[in-house]
């Protein structure tokens, strides 16, 4: 039997932990496709495109020209119209397609969590929570808070803004989770920090700055996940994935 033909949509920690996975195996042949958003991502143990595919047809054409048996989506959860295409590209081609995606955060007992819509909802919703602000939303998400000029902005991202937010206060902090609670805590202490915003990302890997705002008593504005088009399946376990794809390798019963 030929090893089954597997695009992975990637560029989060899940996706990373899938492809590992995936390249000790020998009945499949998977090919792992970053956007190319971040600047030096992760080194996989995977054959890597890079790039974008031109939208719904683009990706539908991919898939037929290579011949792809399944694909799996474990892109951002905020990545709505990457999903929203591998949703109609995988229908247009045929292509069984599984998504997996991190657990969401939930508001825990003693934690101030402010929960918005959108990401200019978030801004206005720093009016009354203080002077300085940590923004954990990723560097292609901070224009909205230009909204609010008054505040002091403490930014974390992996690669550095570009074009720069137009803040007047500002200090930005590069650095790539996991990130410890002992190491948040000395950040938000070290920049006086009194409010926090984060998109609900979900997983681990930066969750940190949740128990830290709660174990300080600060706010947290948490923006929603936008709402995502059903896949075949959905998965939170990289593990579960390979299971589903040996499910569609496996032959009919007779």
Not at 85 to 98: D, F, I, K, S
Not at 159 to 183: A, I, N, S, Y
Not at 185 to 194: A, V
């Amino acid at each position: 039997m030929e090893p089954m033909n597997i695009l992975v949509l990637g560029g989060t920690t899940e996706a990373t932990a899938l492809a590992r996975l995936l390249a000790e195996r020998r009945d499949v042949q998977p090919t792992l496709s970053l956007a190319g958003r971040t600047l030096k991502p992760e080194r996989s143990p995977l054959p890597t495109r890079i790039g974008g595919f031109g939208g719904v047809y683009g990706l539908a054409t991919y898939l037929r020209e290579n011949a792809v048996e399944a694909v799996v989506d474990a892109t951002h959860p905020f990545a709505a119209q990457m999903s929203g295409n591998a949703v109609e590209a995988c229908q247009a081609a045929g292509v069984p397609l599984a998504r997996l995606i991190r657990v969401p955060w939930e508001a825990e007992t003693g934690g101030r969590w402010i929960a918005v819509e959108s990401l200019p909802a978030a801004a206005e919703a720093l009016r009354t929570l203080g002077e300085r602000i940590f923004l954990s939303v990723g560097r292609q998400s901070l224009k909205p808070f230009e909204a609010v000029p008054e505040k002091g902005y403490l930014v974390r991202t992996v690669d550095p803004p570009e074009p720069p937010p137009d803040f007047p206060r500002w200090t930005l902090v590069q650095d790539r989770g996991p990130f410890t609670l002992d190491g948040e805590l000395r950040l938000l202490r070290e920049h006086g920090i009194e409010a926090v915003v984060t998109k609900n990302s979900g997983g681990t890997a930066t969750r940190a700055k949740l128990e830290a705002a709660r174990v300080l008593g600060l706010p947290v504005v948490v923006v929603k996940r936008p709402a995502l088009p059903p896949a075949d399946a959905e998965f939170h376990e990289a593990a579960k994935v390979l299971d589903w794809l040996d499910g569609l390798h496996s032959p009919p019963s007779r």
